[in-house]
């Protein structure tokens, strides 16, 4: 059986994120005590028979907020406010094309301490992105 490349890639990520230690908190002179420290690796994967096959894959760090997420800063906010619970993220209005072109959505990492695992097919980008209060970026 043939597993397209970014499925691999995003298996290979996957892994990568787990293996990260979840004890390791830099000092507390970097960042506020109550601020959480989390790694997490988000793949936006296209389902077979969409017009566009290919996804991306980003890191999204927080506290302090960085990685490759085009706005990493508005992300953790959202997930500081529902403390990393991607199911409590709220639904953002958009203007989303009336298509379906199935996109999955997976997040996985650590968040304060805790392991993250988050997957979920969506009618399209648009929509992923809205129900994760832009977590996902569009």
């Known amino acids: 059986?043939?597993?397209?490349?970014?499925?691999?890639?995003?298996?290979?990520?996957?892994?990568?994120?787990?293996?990260?230690p979840l004890t390791?908190?830099?000092?507390?002179?970097?960042?506020?005590?109550?601020?959480?420290?989390?790694?997490?690796?988000?793949?936006?994967?296209?389902?077979?028979?969409?017009?566009?096959?290919?996804?991306?894959v980003l890191t999204l760090e927080c506290g302090p907020d960085g990685g490759t997420h085009p706005t990493p800063e508005a992300a953790c906010d959202s997930l500081r406010a529902v403390d990393g619970d991607f199911e409590a993220l709220p639904t953002r209005f958009a203007l989303c094309p009336p298509v379906i072109w199935p996109v999955r959505f997976i997040a996985?990492?650590?968040?304060?301490?805790?392991?993250?695992?988050?997957?979920?097919?969506?009618?399209?980008?648009c929509s992923g992105s809205a129900a994760?209060?832009?977590?996902?970026?569009a």
């Open 24 to 56: 390791s908190t830099p000092a507390a002179a970097d960042s506020p005590a109550d601020d959480p420290h989390a790694f997490l690796t988000l793949v936006i994967q296209p389902l077979e028979g969409t017009p566009s096959s290919q996804g991306d």
């Open 108 to 125: 996985v990492g650590h968040w304060d301490g805790r392991g993250v695992y988050y997957s979920r097919v969506m009618g399209d980008r």
């Open 132 to 137: 994760t209060d832009g977590v996902f970026p």
């Open 1 to 20: 059986m043939r597993f397209p490349a970014l499925s691999r890639t995003a298996a290979a990520l996957a892994v990568a994120a787990c293996l990260v």
